[in-house]
């Protein structure tokens, strides 16, 4: 059975700290993918990777790094937490070759006081 | 204008009725078509995949791609309460730029009434 596995399903973090979400997928697939997810705003990509240790920006990568030491393993990171960084956050991975399908980690939402 | 739109609802229908969800996009490009149904506060999971254009049955869903127009709907027959979720609709192209990530729509939330 395809698995997207985060680490947490609920953080709460003080503004400044540095915060790690870890994004594990057991499927061998190359992409994986950050997203975060806010009401009226849909899912936007934070950045992604298509190999280990290559990364590209999404669409809004500010505030945000990422790893991925492993295939398996993706790590977002907040460098300084922000309030504006309370969000849902989703990871997703999918095979690199055309036309494959995406398949998300259950979310961990972030609340940052 | 916004690569993919979709009408964010919320559409409340009764239980047994069909539902048509809606998508529409610009980007010519897009050769792969998704339905995902997110339920509250857990991640998207994957409902319906098909490629170019045509329809696809699963059940009680049936996808349809409109190449020409740049429409593609997901349709669900003797809806339930159970099917009471967001649903995103999602596209890629074949290669070339873009062609490793999903671009989504916004989701419509239904609520089906028992």
């Known amino acids: 059975d395809v698995k997207v596995t985060q680490s947490s399903r609920y953080l709460v973090k003080r503004t400044g700290e540095k915060v790690f979400l870890e994004c594990v997928q057991d499927?061998?697939?190359?992409?994986m993918f950050w997203y975060r997810q806010d009401p009226g705003l849909g899912l936007r990509l934070i950045y992604f990777?298509?190999?280990?240790?290559?990364?590209e920006k999404g669409d809004i990568p500010e505030g945000y790094s990422v790893s991925r030491e492993k295939k398996e393993r993706f790590s977002l990171i907040l460098e300084s937490a922000s309030t504006n960084q309370t969000s849902m956050y989703l990871c997703?991975?999918?095979?690199?070759?055309?036309?494959?399908?995406?398949?998300f980690g259950q979310g961990t939402r972030l609340t940052v006081v | 204008q916004k690569e993919v739109e979709q009408d964010p609802g919320p559409l409340s229908v009764p239980e047994g009725a069909i539902v048509s969800l809606n998508c529409t996009y610009s980007?010519?490009?897009?050769?792969?078509f998704m339905w995902y149904r997110q339920y509250s506060r857990k991640g998207p999971e994957l409902l319906m995949y098909?490629?170019?254009?045509g329809n696809k049955e699963d059940g009680r869903f049936t996808a349809q791609v409109d190449k020409s127009s740049k429409y593609i709907s997901l349709f669900i027959r003797d809806s339930q309460p159970s099917d009471s979720a967001t649903y995103l609709c999602?596209?890629?192209?074949?290669?070339?730029?873009?062609?490793?990530?999903?671009?989504f729509g916004k989701g419509t939330k239904l609520s089906v009434i028992p």
């Open positions: 997703a991975s999918s095979f690199r070759g055309p036309g494959t399908e995406a398949f």
């Open positions: 499927m061998d697939h190359e992409n």
């Open positions: 990777s298509y190999d280990v240790k290559m990364k």
């Open positions: 980007n010519s490009a897009f050769q792969y």
């Open positions: 098909t490629y170019s254009s």
């Open positions: 999602a596209m890629r192209p074949y290669s070339g730029a873009g062609s490793y990530q999903l671009t």
